[in-house]
């Protein structure tokens, strides 16, 4: 087989690591003039089988949040897939398990973060599957980044991919369903390794079945130096889960990270962040004359971006369905200001013109929302009350609604275009323990705000009233 060291546009810099899931590389984008971590893997045969790994590929690509490592480009060739990530300099938590014990603030620090990355994917819908010490990133700046989702996938959908027998939960041992729950399954045996020095189920990097599915695991005190003294709310999280039952342990990661917190309350604000001391050594080192390696040359030659064109309109999604030796580009633009055209023209003649900018989301690392919260839950929310108040319309904007042709810089130069009648923004801050939601509406010249408090805590539907009646009061 020959090889290049290049991955589509991506230059190969060298390995970080090989593992049985595929190899993971140093790269370099000369577009952005950055570094970033590519991870190669074979594609399978079946269509089918190929799919599916394109689709979660592409969904683990949704996520955004500092937490999660982010996924910049889906590469494909024939016979090859290569995932271009965010780099993460530092070492993993599998690296740094294996040189350091680490401090009670540490552990506290690293499963916090954890948690805070599971909650961004349970609000995308996202079980990770494959939560092991080698997936949980220490980064340069002492934080904690979760990475590959290798065998992401829709929180309903069936288990039966495997994944490292360290993430082993009971269910998907037993070829079970997998939920949010599994997943806290996998970080209670990273807390049970961190504070205990082992695996609650592995016996010499072997698993112990019958004990996984069957027995209690050695109580963590008993993994202790009598000197130790393990806080007993942290003791009993690890305990509730480690339970065998999905239905008997934690309901969520909010749950979860309220524990940590109070916890994490008791140790002296000194030793609070220990971590990056504690991880530096373990350090991967940074070296500016690394030799590029080999790696597969269809990458290089034939890799095609399979990700989604962000923001496509309907007409530019059909267009691209379309030969490209039957479509030149003057009549590409031609069919399009016809479709244009031909929507305004035949537009209901009484449907406000509504548009909605992307909503504003500042978010802090602590605070644990209600699944359902996210831009596209908020243009839903607000576009029903809009209906209600205005009757019929139709919302525009780039999440959740039908996007906007520009074809004059002057909105008044459109011709035979209904204007935008109204205007929306949308943003919602949140700390800790309090979020504020906040709508503005612009029409004829004129502008109106309101504002609302919640708090994370509340249910959905709580949510849901409240984001209505605020934005109720703006037509009153």
């Known amino acids: 087989m020959t090889a290049d060291a290049r991955v589509g546009p991506y230059r190969i810099l060298r390995l970080i690591n090989r593992g049985g899931q595929g190899s993971v590389y140093l790269g370099y984008d000369k577009r952005l003039h950055r570094r970033v971590a590519i991870k190669i893997y074979p594609l399978p045969p079946e269509r089918a089988a190929r799919k599916r790994l394109l689709y979660e590929a592409q969904l683990v690509a949704s996520m955004h949040s500092p937490k999660v490592v982010q996924i910049h480009d889906v590469i494909e060739s024939p016979e090859h897939l290569a995932m271009v990530m965010e ?9 740094f398990l294996g040189r350091v014990r680490p401090s009670l603030a540490s552990v506290l620090t690293i499963a916090a973060d954890i948690a805070g990355a599971l909650t961004v994917a349970r609000q995308q819908r996202i079980v990770h599957g494959d939560l092991k010490a080698g997936n949980v990133l220490i980064a340069t700046t002492g934080r904690v980044k979760l990475t590959d989702f290798g065998i992401a996938r829709r929180a309903t959908l069936q288990g039966g991919s495997a994944g490292s027998l360290s993430a082993l939960s009971p269910e ?14 996998g970080l209670g045996c990273l807390l049970y390794r961190m504070l205990g020095g082992a695996h609650p189920f592995l016996n010499e990097g072997r698993l112990d079945r019958r004990a996984l599915l069957e027995r209690e695991p050695v109580p963590l005190q008993e993994r202790v130096t009598p000197d130790v003294e393990l806080p007993p709310e942290l003791v009993g999280l690890v305990g509730a889960l480690l339970q065998k039952n999905p239905a008997d342990r934690p309901s969520s990661t909010r749950v979860v990270r309220r524990i940590l917190r109070k916890v994490a309350l008791g140790i002296p604000l000194a030793a609070s962040n220990s971590l990056l001391g504690e991880a530096r050594p373990c350090f ?3 070296s500016a004359e690394d030799i590029p390696p080999l790696v597969p040359a269809d990458l290089g030659r034939e890799g095609r971006s399979r990700l989604p064109v962000a923001r496509a309109s309907s007409h530019s999604r059909w267009l691209a369905g379309l030969p490209a030796r039957r479509v030149m580009p003057a009549t590409a633009a031609a069919v399009v200001l016809a479709c244009a055209a031909l929507y305004f023209q035949f537009a209901p003649a009484m449907e406000k013109q509504v548009f909605i900018e992307a909503p504003v989301l500042r978010l802090a690392a602590d605070a644990d929302l209600p699944g359902e919260i996210s831009p596209l839950w908020l243009v839903e929310e607000v576009s029903q009350v809009l209906r209600e108040q205005l009757g019929p319309l139709r919302v525009a904007g780039p999440v959740g609604a039908t996007p906007v042709t520009t074809l004059y810089a002057d909105p008044a130069r459109r ?3 209904q204007p935008i009648e109204e205007r929306l923004q949308l943003g919602l801050r949140c700390v800790e323990m309090l979020c504020v939601f906040a709508v503005s509406r612009s029409w004829q010249g004129q502008q109106a705000n309101q504002q609302a408090v919640l708090f994370p805590d509340m249910s959905a539907q709580q949510w849901r009233d409240i984001v209505r009646t605020t934005t109720r009061q703006l037509y009153r």
């Open 87 to 95: 780099y993460v300099p530092g070492c993993d938590l599998e690296e």
């Open 284 to 286: 991967r080192p940074e």
């Open 172 to 185: 998907h041992c037993l070829g079970g369903t997998l939920d949010e729950r599994s997943d806290l399954f």
């Open 415 to 417: 011709e035979g275009q």
